[in-house]
Each structure stands twice: as structure tokens, then as C-alpha cells.
């Protein structure tokens, strides 16, 4: 079965920085695109950035300059590269993928459990 899991979250100070990973495992034929969340304590979920199949990149306003999406495609892995990290970053962070495995014709979405990311002095 598909799964995606995140890793790198934890505790950083401010200015510091963080990479988060979004790994997905199974007969994964094509991910065509792949989004990080996050959602803060007492807030809703919130979109942060973006990624295709074909490379193209979207980011939240709160995080432009600061964070960069990318993916290794033979690893089946999306990145989220967080610099000058904040303490308004705080929160866990999600990955989800559309994405088809070699048995589909359709895609289908999928979340990941979620990585805890605190930035704090």
C-alpha cells in the first residue's frame, strides 16, 4: 500500500533551519504533485508550497524566500528546505501527494502523519 511519511521536523531557534522530507513508498508510478501543509496550534491547515511532476513551484507569501520545494524523483521524495525559520513557522507540518501507483489509471491522494516543527529561543 502506499504510505507517505514525513521526517526532519524538531526544535530549532529562530534564524536556524530545517529540511523536511516527504518520502512515499509502494508501486509508485507517477506523482504528479505534491503539496506541504501546515497547521498551527489553534489555526486552520494552510498551504505552504507546491511542486508537479514537470518541476513548476508555488509558495505561500508568508514563505517566499525562506522555503524551497523540491524532489528527488528516483527516491520518490519531496523536500521542504527551511530557512531563517521564525517562530510564526511553528506548527506540523503535512505533505500530500496526487499521485497513481503502476496498478492505477486514476490518481488518488494521500497525506502523510505529520512532522512537528517548533522554532523557538
Known amino acids: 500500500q502506499v504510505q507517505l511519511v514525513e521526517s526532519g521536523g524538531g526544535l530549532v531557534q529562530p534564524g536556524g533551519s530545517l529540511r523536511l522530507s516527504c518520502a512515499a513508498s509502494g508501486n509508485i508510478h507517477t506523482i504528479y504533485v505534491t503539496r506541504w501543509y501546515r497547521q498551527a496550534p489553534g489555526k486552520s491547515r494552510e498551504q505552504v508550497a507546491v511542486?508537479?511532476?514537470?518541476?513548476?513551484?508555488n509558495y505561500a507569501d508568508s514563505v517566499k524566500g525562506r522555503f524551497t520545494i523540491s524532489k528527488d524523483n528516483a527516491a520518490n521524495t519531496v523536500y521542504l528546505q527551511m530557512n531563517s525559520l521564525e517562530p510564526e513557522d511553528t506548527a506540523v507540518y503535512y505533505c500530500n501527494s496526487q499521485l497513481r501507483t503502476i496498478y492505477q489509471f486514476t490518481p488518488r491522494e494521500y497525506w502523510g502523519q505529520g512532522t512537528q516543527v517548533t522554532v523557538s529561543s
Open positions: 511542486i508537479t511532476s514537470g518541476g513548476s513551484t
